[in-house]
């Protein structure tokens, strides 16, 4: 049963367009929510998050938006550059729940 | 260290050999977590340590995984009698929590391939 849901396994976006990469979960306790990015052979970095008291958060290229009555989230790039081709996991956890959980992932491909 | 250092980055094991994996976190991160990468897939929970508490093992797959963090710094995962089911790529992420924010630090990984 997975709690963080991401449908779009692969995503490709033209250089300088926005991006939008989208993600559900289910459990009703999360209220925090993440992105992390990964490239090849290393490990995930943390990118941005978002408290469930807020519907966005913004840092420099990247948004975040959360609509909680949804159980729905969606990162915004914007605009896409070729460095910013890797695979984004989307993340859920709660201040009363130790487990940090992660989504299957989208990679996402900016074509110059 | 400046980051989360995992060792070995690569691991061939025969099928029934028993494994050990290394993470070295942040200095002062008080929690320690270990995922489990199969291909393709998003990293997959395993076991929490707070400092060498071990809170909450409910992702180890089976009583072959074995987790501890004695000193409340560094951590071993032991995997015993090896399957091929367990080639992953095994992660080790730490922070300064609790409360828990979900920012973690992760380290490279350590990849098991099992024959």
């Known amino acids: 049963d997975q709690q963080v849901k991401q449908n779009s396994p692969s995503l490709s976006v033209q250089e300088g367009r926005i991006s939008i990469l989208n993600c559900d979960y289910t459990n009703s306790m999360f209220d925090y929510f993440l992105w992390y990015k990964k490239y090849p052979a290393e490990g995930p970095t943390f990118l941005i998050s978002i408290s469930s008291i807020k519907d966005k958060n913004e840092d420099g290229r990247f948004t975040v938006f959360l609509n909680k009555s949804a159980k729905h989230l969606s990162l915004h790039i914007v605009p896409s550059q070729p460095g910013d081709s890797a695979v984004y996991f989307c993340a859920a956890t709660g201040t009363s729940y130790d487990k940090v959980i992660f989504g299957p992932g989208t990679s996402l491909s900016v074509i110059p | 260290g400046a980051g989360v250092s995992q060792s070995p980055r690569y691991k061939v094991a025969k099928r029934g050999q028993d494994v050990a994996l290394r993470c070295d976190p942040i200095?002062?991160?008080?929690?320690l977590f270990w995922y489990q990468q199969a291909l393709g897939q998003g990293p997959e929970f395993l076991t929490y340590?707070?400092?060498?508490?071990?809170?909450?093992k409910s992702g180890l797959p089976s009583d072959r995984f074995f987790a501890e963090r004695p000193e409340g710094s560094v951590s071993t995962l032991k995997i015993q009698r090896t399957q091929q089911e367990d080639s992953a790529v095994y992660l080790c992420a730490s922070s300064l929590g609790p409360p828990n924010t979900g920012e973690l630090f992760f380290g490279e990984g350590s990849r098991l391939t099992v024959l």
């Open positions: 200095s002062g991160h008080v929690s």
């Open positions: 340590f707070q400092n060498e508490a071990q809170l909450d």
